[in-house]
């Protein structure tokens, strides 16, 4: 089995990410960790908690960081409600997280399982630069890394320059992004394209009638009228669970080598400024199957 770190600001797509992952056979989950994003730590952590209890599965829940290294935090509770699930809550989880902090736990994990442990980054990438910067030696120790960030060769969802994960902690993304190690990168314009629901879609999983696949599109709602109302389209893009299918069945995917640097201020704050390059240490998907991401995606709810 797969030995399986989950980073994450637990929000709508953020949780069906997660249950993708806790459905999953092939994974070990050995921790989520926690970050403030999409919404602060508690709520993150709180939906991280309550989603493996759907699941009925007992994963250990740790708190990473409450704020970008350098900046004060902006969370996205506009889009994805108060309660960071579409104001479908609230939710009261019967378990809590565990006392030990989420870099220090990451540290240990990856230095008890070397060369074994892949995360998961689908948050602001804060945790995972606290982790590089607190002890270097970790970075040759991870075996994958696959990060949900940036724009990629397109436009971005928070500013038309950046993505959200890399907009509210800049630096964080350029440390990790700079570190030397291997990472495979799922952008938000390859979501646009491969990672969206439409009425179809909702349809479908509406038909499948359990209380993952209720809840599922229930936490969308509210994003969904947010996209009929700005874009005039019955749509949602799902940027996570996209990541999730990457990292689970990588067939289809298709990835450019690239070096990237982050624009930390000013109007491009967040930008991924992407060199492509056959010695680049990052896989930028390209093209990833659309198939393979609904499928994984509906076989996870039943």
């Known amino acids: 089995m797969r030995k399986i770190i989950i980073d994450t600001d637990t929000a709508t797509d953020d949780a069906i990410a997660i249950i993708m992952a806790l459905k999953n056979n092939d994974f070990d989950i050995k921790a989520i960790t926690t970050i403030a994003g999409n919404v602060d730590l508690d709520l993150a952590t709180n939906n991280a908690l309550y989603t493996c209890e759907i699941c009925e599965k007992k994963i250990p829940v740790y708190k990473g960081e409450s704020g970008p ?9 506009f889009f994805h409600g108060k309660d960071g699930l579409g104001d479908t809550g609230p939710y009261i989880p019967k378990n809590s997280a565990e006392k030990e902090n989420a870099i220090d736990k990451i540290i240990q994990l990856i230095n008890q399982n070397p060369n074994e442990i892949e995360i998961i980054a689908i948050g602001p990438l ?22 949900m960030g940036g724009i990629g060769e397109g436009k971005g969802n928070i500013t038309e320059h950046a993505e959200f994960n890399f907009w509210v902690d800049p630096d964080a ?29 909702f349809k479908d999983i ?7 696949s209720k809840f599922s599109i229930d936490i969308q709602r509210r994003g969904l009228e947010y996209y009929k109302i700005k874009y005039k389209e019955h749509k949602i893009d799902l940027a996570d669970p996209l990541a999730m ?16 640097r982050v624009v930390l201020k000013g109007e491009e704050r967040g930008k991924d400024i992407i060199r492509f390059s056959e010695k680049g240490n990052i896989k930028l998907a390209s093209k990833i199957s659309r198939s393979n991401f609904l499928n994984t995606l509906k076989k996870s709810l039943v």
Not at 69 to 77: D, G
Not at 206 to 212: A, D, G, K, V
């Open 206 to 212: 509406e038909e499948i009638r359990t209380l993952l």
């Open 173 to 201: 993304a350029d440390i990790v992004l700079n570190s030397n190690i291997e990472i495979k990168m799922i952008a938000w314009d390859t979501t646009q394209i491969y990672g969206y629901l439409d009425k179809d879609n």
């Open 245 to 260: 299918a990457v990292m689970i069945n990588e067939s289809g995917t298709e990835y450019k080598k690239c070096n990237i």
């Open 69 to 77: 290294l350098y900046r004060k935090l902006e969370t996205s509770k």
């Open 126 to 147: 804060t945790n995972i630069a606290k982790v590089f910067i607190q002890d270097s030696s970790v970075i040759n120790k991870i075996k994958g890394l696959y990060i």
